[in-house]
Each structure stands twice: as C-alpha cells, then as structure tokens.
C-alpha cells in the first residue's frame, strides 16, 4: 500500500530532494506546502497517512503547528525533519507527542525507512534522542498542576526559550539587554522548579503558554 505523505518545508529545493528520494518506495507525497496556516488546512482536509514536518517555516513555526494538530488531528502521525539539532526543540516535539526528530543530514535510506515505520504506528525516536530528553521530561515539577507566580515579563522571556531562542536572540526581540534576559531565565528556572531551559521549555509546553 503506498503511504500518502505531506510534506511542509518552506525550500523548494529540500521538496524537491525528498521527493526524489522517496520515488519509488512506496511513499507518495500528495501534497507541499510552505507556510504553517497552509500546513494545518492540508493535514486536516487531506487524504494523508503521514507528515513530514520543518520547524523553520513563514507565518508558524512547525511546533506551533505540532501542537494544533495534536489537538485537531491527534491520529496523524508526524515526522519533525529539521536542519537543527536544538534539544529545546527535541524535547517539545517529543512531549506534543511527534513520531520522531530528524535531521536533514540524514540518508535517503533512514528517512524512507522512518516514514514507512512513522505511517505503521512505530516511534521513530532512537534512543540517543530519548536519552537527551528523558532528563527534561521526567522532572516531577513538570507534572504537577501547581501555579507559578511568572510576571507579564518572564512569561514572554519564557515563550522565547521555549521556542529555542538564545539570550542574545530574546534580548533583541524583545528589546532588553542580555544581562537582563540572563536574569529572567535564572528567575524563571527557579520559579518553575527545573534546572535547564530545555526543562523550562517543556514546562511551558505543558502549561499552555506555547
């Protein structure tokens, strides 16, 4: 049975390349598209079995659009397919539940035998990967229903974090010097209760405020 595949990646040239690759294995892509809004309507009005997710895409980042659709369309599985190895951004992938984080270094022998796995129902995540993240996502504070008191501030500093922005990044998108940032992330780590950003970022994942 072939496997009905989106693909959502804003470079042409990485469509076209995977494409080429999957020609032939059984994989069909159905349909491209370049920005997120587009990305939601095709997964949610498509005849798909799996897509094939960047994170770096116009309009919506992809795990902004990862966390729509596992509400919206929670039985569609999906493959994060990034040029960046940011274990902020593995560690949300993995907690809204992706089928697997893969780097677009890879062969076109692991990314087929990943979609075919991915579209069986099988996780895709290697254990190197689960190893990086299982620190960050079994913090118990993570897990608990408890209301931290985050100003106006720090909340934006940490959706900022949790979106895998550095200090020097937050500091100029939001217009406050780095050593301020660097204070905001040491209050917010304390405040919630973790000891990483990576933790952090998961936190605000699960709280609602990414």
């Known amino acids: 049975m072939t496997i009905k595949m989106l693909v959502a990646d804003d470079h042409e040239v990485v469509r076209c390349g995977i494409r080429s690759l999957v ?6 892509v159905v349909a491209e598209t370049t920005t997120g809004e587009e990305t939601i309507h095709a997964a949610l009005h498509s005849d798909i079995d799996l897509l094939l997710l960047d994170i770096r895409m116009g309009g919506m980042d992809g795990l902004h659009i990862l966390g729509r659709l596992s ?8 493959l994060v397919f990034s040029a960046h190895d940011n274990p902020t951004y593995v560690a949300r992938a993995y907690a809204l539940d992706a089928a697997g984080y893969l ?36 913090t118990p504070r993570l897990n608990a229903d408890v209301e931290v008191p985050l ?24 217009h406050i010097s780095y050593e301020t940032v660097k204070e ?27």
Do not use: F, M, Y
């Open 23 to 28: 020609a032939g294995a059984g994989i069909q």
């Open 71 to 78: 509400i919206e369309k929670p039985n569609l599985p999906t």
């Open 103 to 138: 780097l677009k270094g890879i062969s076109g022998e692991q990314l087929v035998e990943a979609i075919c796995k991915a579209a069986g129902g099988e996780s895709v995540w290697t254990r190197d990967e689960l190893r990086r993240v299982t620190g960050a996502l079994a």
């Open 151 to 174: 100003t106006q501030r720090e909340s934006e500093v940490l959706r900022q974090v949790a979106l895998g922005l550095t200090n020097k990044e937050i500091a100029l998108a939001l």
């Open 184 to 210: 905001h992330v040491q209050h917010i780590l304390r405040k919630v209760g973790v000891s990483d950003r990576t933790q952090a970022a998961v936190w605000a994942v699960r709280h609602g405020l990414v």
